[in-house]
């Protein structure tokens, strides 16, 4: 059993990163990474007639992106993991439905990065596939039409709220390949400590974030000194200083290698973002934008990638429920430990 602790596996075979793309919107790339990312575009519909059309669009030009550089064919891929903001995961069927490959389709809100990485790895582990692609995104436009107002409302934000960044990001997940590699990952639990307000995510879903880190480092032994970079996702300024303060409650020294894909993607000071990002292609941007490049540069050794997800919709807010918030975390390392 390749099980470690309650919530955690350690993936011996350690499946690699055959390759990685990226489609960012334009604020995105007009942010501190924007030079990161394989592709930026100025018209986030992509050409197409609406902003949900134009986020299909974003998936099925990432997932070529990503066959093209591992020198694959579609029908080379055994199986896609993907998800997406919207209701029923419509941007990341109705991309896939034109791929023709076996397809399943993923909700974990914000973590849905890692949490289609982290089943990709263990489905590779287990032998069930040479090729597994995980993607997901997000998209401005579309995730304030269903979630907030419409965007000709104009309504004002909040300074706790934090702005869903339009991009996408797929990875492709093999047994054998020059890294890096997937050695572990920690399956998060759902932690819901009663926040209502859909303007402040970051609170809602930092005990889940600060739970998750808690599990791996008690299920596999490590320290955050064995990381170079942890990294949550996205809970942004206000998210990302909660988790500290829980971290320092018990003596977890988290310390400078800690950061939030959501504080990073943007320049909070110039893009007026007010907490930072958000959404599904947040984290996927970070991850297959600076991240991975920078371990492939030798930069990075040792990444813990967290995604983390606030489980609400508009019916549940709407009955005035709380806010559930999830954390996934995959162990990433330059080395086949």
Known sequence: MNKIGQYSYHLPHTPSILSYASTAGKKEGEGPWGAWFDLVVSDTKMGERTWEKGECSFQKHTLRQALKKASLSPDKL????????????????????????????????????????????????????????????????????????????????????????????????TPDGNGPYITHVTIGSIQDWGIKDPANMGAAMAPAAYATLRHHFKDTGRTPEDYDLIVTGDLGSLGMQLVRELAERDQMKLGPRYNDCGVMLYDTKRQQVACGGSGCGCSALMLTGPILRQMEQGILHRVLFCGTGALHSPLSLGQKESIPGICHAVALSTDKE
């Open 78 to 173: 055994d199986l896609l993991l993907s998800g997406d903001l919207l209701n029923q995961c419509t941007a990341s069927s109705y991309a896939a439905r034109d791929i023709g490959i076996p397809f399943f389709g993923l909700y974990g809100a914000c973590s849905t990065m890692a949490e289609s990485l982290a089943l990709a790895a263990m489905l590779t582990e287990g032998g069930f596939g040479p090729y597994i692609a995980a993607m997901t995104s997000s998209h401005f436009c579309t995730a304030e039409r269903q979630y907030r107002m419409p965007l000709e409302y104009g309504s004002q934000r909040t300074p706790t709220a934090q702005w869903t960044a339009t991009g996408c990001g797929a990875v492709l997940v």
